[in-house]
């Protein structure tokens, strides 16, 4: 022993990592130990250099017997462990409120966009329960809801909540990481291919709340789900929040491992539906006076009436009444505004009345076959074309869920209905047929006057 205490305290730390390697699990040694430093022993105090304050909270709360021990045998029995982060041991900062501080520069590799705030999320019946959640694991990340995941249809405003989350962390001093699915398989693949998968692993790994957009995408994709399973696991076996969107609930994933859909589920499942008119009227004059713009409450509401489920065209909607009114060097006005939208009207959206019951009569019609052929088990070609033809026009068409359409065709669930869409549009691009049957019952559904068709 007395050897030993005359070695460089590196050296010390070295000797004794050898001994944890074999005590605890790979990825547990690979995450919270490989980047340690051992730099000074004195009077019984072995101090250990860690990367993050991470490291420092998780091995002073779950390793800290086990690192004195194998010290003990390479030191004296009486060691005590103190972790040091950026000049800072852990018993410093536990003085501070007894809170552990993070780091309060996020990462470069985070980019969060400065509008997406709490403040400017509008609230309505359709996203208030959503919004709350956000809240509440921006106030008390990793404890409250964790994980959150939060899902709807395009534009309805999730990307708005994950990004909110992510300012009012950022905030605290917390860490983020954000990002899309897209971006966490495009950097695995290539730390994989480049051989920095260790850095990779840290980087996702060593962070205070991670923020993934469009989970769904990472579905079918062994590889990346097996990294993204053990990047979940690290992070919520520390308590650190993790937040996901999708456009559907876990259990519609049909491609996701079952492992990872279990975990999905273990917090808190939200959705966001579509803005009522309320909403939607409100979205719009919070866009006007955000961008200092002076719209009659005449025209504001007829954007609103259009029944536009999109937030995304709802805005750009009123964009482009302003665009027409300034290019006419005019206010806006109701006639401008009619104007603006007629050609929008005419050629992207249905008429505000349109259901699934309506769509699946047309589409029944069509193929000459009776209603109720549609919504039974008859699997035959034509009536099985025609049932996946109507479940695609519905989700194109309506804010209906993918749960909410198995209802209306049947009472079949999500899976079948996600595995239809795919089929349809995949065959349509390749299949005049298709083409001119999805356009044949656009255009019985639309009101007499709708020109221009589009399949």
Known sequence: MDSYDKRPPKEIWEIALGELQVQVSKPNFRTWFNKTVGLSYNDNQ????????????????????????????????????????????????????NITPIPATPPAFTRLNPDYVFDSFIEGGCNKLARAAAQSVAQNPGHSYNPLFIYGGAGLGKTHLLHAIGQAATANRINVICASAEQFTNEFVASVREKT??????????????????IQFIGGKEQTEESFFHTFNELHNTNRQIVMTSDCPPKSMPLLEERLRS??????????????????????????????????????????????????????????????????????????????????????????????????????????????ALLGR?????????RRLAMYIIRQETNYSLSQIGEELGKRDAAYVTNACKKIAGDINSSPFLKRKVRDIKRQMRPKNGSSDKA
Request: proline content about 5%; overall charge negative.
């Open 378 to 386: 008859n699997r035959d070609k034509d009536t099985a074309l025609a």
């Open 46 to 97: 072995f101090v250990v250099g860690v990367p993050n304050t991470f490291a420092a909270e998780y091995l002073e709360k779950n390793q800290r017997s086990l690192i004195e021990k194998a010290l003990g045998g390479l030191t004296a029995p009486e060691v005590q462990v103190v972790f040091q982060v950026n000049g800072k041991s852990n018993l410093q900062a536990a003085s501070a409120e």
């Open 197 to 214: 998968t260790e850095e990779f692993r840290n980087k996702y790994r060593s962070i205070g709340m991670l923020l993934i957009d469009d």
């Open 263 to 372: 975990r999905f589920e273990w917090g808190l499942i939200v959705d966001i539906q579509p803005p009522d008119y309320d909403t939607r009227l409100a979205i719009l004059r919070a866009k006007a006076r955000q961008r200092d713009i002076n719209v009659p409450p005449d025209v504001l509401e007829l954007i609103a009436r259009e029944a536009l489920s999109n937030i995304r065209i709802l805005e750009g909607s009123l964009n482009r009444v302003c665009a027409f009114a300034k290019l006419l060097k005019a206010e806006p006005s109701l006639d401008i505004a009619a104007r603006a939208l007629a050609d929008i009207a005419s050629k992207e959206y249905m008429p505000d009345d349109i259901t699934p019951t309506a769509i699946i009569q047309a589409v029944a019609q069509c193929f000459q076959l009776p209603h109720d």
